[in-house]
């Protein structure tokens, strides 16, 4: 149970669910893209997005996962308009068919949420050749939004209404490699740590968002860009790390947020 429930200015806590943030918006007509939507946050962005009548594309590594994801959503929401299309951030050219292919459906485009991760992997080339955690955290999502971006300025003209980018980033932007973003060294393997790696990437994530906006503010485009920190979550995302791991499922229970409290965040 997360123990830190005093309410805000907004009415809402800590503890506050996306379901409670959300409730009474209607999202019909809007169309969200949500990466890493196969498991944990991006799992609940998607149930909770559908519940609000947004039509959610699932961007999944795991066809047969998100298969299954859309299917025990409809089950529970049957008017959900849910669909999964194939997404591998470590892969340039996964990004450029899924980016391709969504702009062929001719959809509309109001909701970007940058959220799949992976997080303290042991040292791993991505399938451009780039550190493994730089390369899905940060390239991928820079790629995918740079690709989308021209769909999404003109949704927001033609329905007038903001668009919304979202990169889920993490506290763990503070903690780098001392230099910061090594960017002439990511593919250093004997100065690799899995923690300053992890952080460098989402460092990334936030200076992305900041550019993105000023960049956005400055030709006057409707659409928003924001990084967020989700707060100590129990998810999968701590899977490389056995002991962190078996730490975050016996005592986290105690301390941490669960994905549903999670989401208040992208509402707030």
Known sequence: MWPFCRKGPSGFSSSSTAEEVTQGIDGTGLTAIITGASSGIGTETTRVLALRGVHVIMAVRNMAAGRDVKEAIVKEIPTAKVDAMELD??????????????????????????????????????????????????????????????????????????????????????????????????????????????????LANVLHANELSRRLKEENVNITANSLHPGAILTNLFRFSGIIDGLAKSVGRLVLKNVQQQLRVTWH
Do not use: C, W
């Open 89 to 202: 951030l470590s892969s340039f050219s996964s990004i450029r068919k899924f980016a391709s292919d969504f702009k062929s459906s001719n959809l509309p485009l109001n909701i970007l949420i940058n959220n799949a991760g992976v997080m303290a992997t042991p040292f791993m080339l991505s399938k451009d050749n780039i550190e493994l955690q730089f390369a899905t955290n940060h390239l991928g999502h820079f790629l995918l939004t740079n690709l989308l971006l021209e769909t999404m300025k003109k949704t927001s003209k033609q329905s007038e209404k903001e668009g919304r980018i979202v990169n889920v980033s993490s506290m763990a932007h503070r903690f780098p490699y001392s230099e910061g973003i090594r960017f002439d060294k990511i593919n250093d393997k004997l100065g690799y740590s899995s923690i300053a790696a992890y952080g460098q990437s989402k």
